[in-house]
């Protein structure tokens, strides 16, 4: 990034935009459905969103380094920053993962919604909403969700249906939550 005093976190997470994201999610939706219509899928509307500058826990991130280098220099009157992580194939989830569609569906839940892992579990109640929501892009999604999973943060690799996405060599970490929803994941 262009300014190496930013803060690594999703611009859901900046201002008070968190206790608004249902909304912003929906009114969006309804503000442009021409970019995505026929779209189910949370991420992918998330990935949409992201680039006509709508707040989401989505953060960007390139795979190719001369990319990253551009966005570090973009500005000239700010020190830029080049982060690099070092993630394993092995962690790096798809578009269509099931663990991408539970932490990018908590952008439909109130912004109250809140867990705590120790109380709950994987088949509570507490959880139903989240997987009726799950359920309308992934019909055979079972009534599991792993609670820790929401909590943390993941490497997602796109489908690079796009020119800005296939340009840019995009990728995206989606950020989880804390144990409420409107503090973004620690992990």
Known sequence: ????????????????APFYEKEIFYDTISTIPQEVNGI????????????FGTPTRLLDITTNPLVALFFACKVNSKDGELLIFSVKNSEI?????????????????????????KIHKVKDKKFDEL???????????????????LK?????????????????????????????????SKE
């Open 40 to 51: 189910n899928s949370a991420f992918e509307i998330l990935t949409k969103f992201q680039h």
């Open 93 to 117: 989830k798809l578009f269509d993962s099931d663990t991408v569609s539970v932490v990018t569906n908590i952008v439909k839940l109130p912004y109250d919604f809140d867990i705590d892992c």
């Open 131 to 149: 997987v009726h929501k799950i359920r309308n892009e992934k019909p055979y999604f079972e009534n599991l969700v792993v609670c820790d999973d």
């Open 152 to 184: 943390k943060s993941f490497f997602v690799k796109p489908k690079l249906d796009n020119p800005r996405l296939i340009k840019q060599s995009g990728a995206f970490i989606v950020c989880g939550m804390d144990e409420v929803k409107y503090l973004p």
């Open 1 to 16: 990034h262009y300014n190496a005093s930013y803060r690594l976190i999703p611009s859901i997470y900046r201002d008070n």
